[in-house]
């Protein structure tokens, strides 16, 4: 099916999906989350001191990355525009969508600046270098797309949420989790869009599915040092591949979708499906073993320390 007549099938779901998320997400206020008394002035010139706030290395890798994949905000609007079309239901969710996104920058960089978590000047240079690629991600069809943004504001939202945990600081944790909450939101939506595409177009579903849960990557694209910092967020245990298998595959795809269940499926599709069943099956695999490992580790840790 053609990208106009999937997108206007789903058009009146979308609509009701809308409201039902105007209904359940909460107004709230970046300035009522951030710690203003714990800030000062910033000296012209003054040399960021990364005592003043300490955490895991790791942890400090996820609070930047996080920030600017929020700070990228033009371009998802931009793609999701594009994809999505500029009116009717479609054109209302991505309006709000991006409204909504606008306060996670907002809440998260204005904790920053207050707590000086993050180095002000490499932040902001690292937003002018990332802003200025005009990058994001951008499948190339409709379902595609539905897919991709069901696994990653999924994926965000757990990232939020496991460094908030991390981050020995009550304050910060409820910001990331407040964030994280708008995540489970964005999330709900796209999931039960892509639920709709797949009754309307099974096959497509499945040969869609297949490519954007092969090929799906945390939107970095264009944050400066990227893949060294997704190396720590790794090592830390906040977003690896096991974690994406425990809270994006195995909930989602296998459970939500139940895409080894789907029966009639055209040969390409059927084929398709085989091949994602293989790959999840080695990334289960993959990720018990490194559970296994971390466990290991840490049991080594406690017995030597
Ligand atoms: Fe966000
Ligand atoms: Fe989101």
Not at 16 to 43: C, I, M
Request: net charge negative; aromatic share 10%; proline share 5%.
């Amino acid at each position: 099916m053609e990208d106009p007549a999937l997108l206007s099938e789903l058009e009146p779901l979308v609509g009701t999906l809308l409201d039902r998320h105007l209904n359940n997400a909460k107004e709230w206020f970046p300035h009522e989350y951030v710690p203003w008394s714990q800030g000062r002035d910033f000296v012209p010139g003054e040399e960021w001191d990364p005592d003043e706030y300490q955490i895991a290395d790791g942890v400090r890798s996820s609070l930047f990355v996080n920030l600017l994949t929020e700070d990228n905000l033009p371009y998802y609007f931009h793609a999701i525009g594009n994809m999505f079309g500029h009116s009717g239901p479609w054109a209302e969710w991505s309006h709000r969508w991006t409204a909504e996104e606008g306060r996670h920058s907002i809440v998260i960089r204005d904790y920053f600046t207050v707590t000086r978590a993050l180095d002000p000047v490499a932040l902001e240079r690292a937003r002018m270098a990332q802003v200025s690629c005009g990058e994001a991600p951008d499948p190339p069809t409709a379902m595609e797309s539905i897919l991709y943004v069901a696994m990653q504001e999924l994926a965000t939202r757990v990232a939020h949420r496991r460094t908030g945990k991390l981050m020995n600081d009550p304050v910060g944790e409820a910001i990331m989790k407040r964030v994280a909450m708008d995540e489970n939101l964005h999330h709900i939506f796209y999931r039960d869009v892509a639920s709709a595409a797949k009754e309307i177009d099974a096959d497509q579903f499945v040969i869609a599915l297949e490519k954007q849960v092969r090929n799906f990557e945390m939107p970095g694209t264009g944050i400066v040092g990227f893949k060294k910092h997704a190396t720590a967020i790794a090592r830390e245990g906040i977003y690896d591949f096991a974690v994406h298998y425990d809270a994006v595959i195995s909930p989602v795809v296998l459970k939500h979708f139940a895409v080894e269940n789907m029966e009639g499926l055209s040969p390409e599709a059927d084929a398709a499906r085989d091949g994602l069943m293989t790959f999840i099956r080695r990334l289960e695999r993959f990720s018990v073993r490194s559970r296994e490992r971390q466990e290991r580790r840490a049991t080594q840790l406690t017995s030597t320390g």
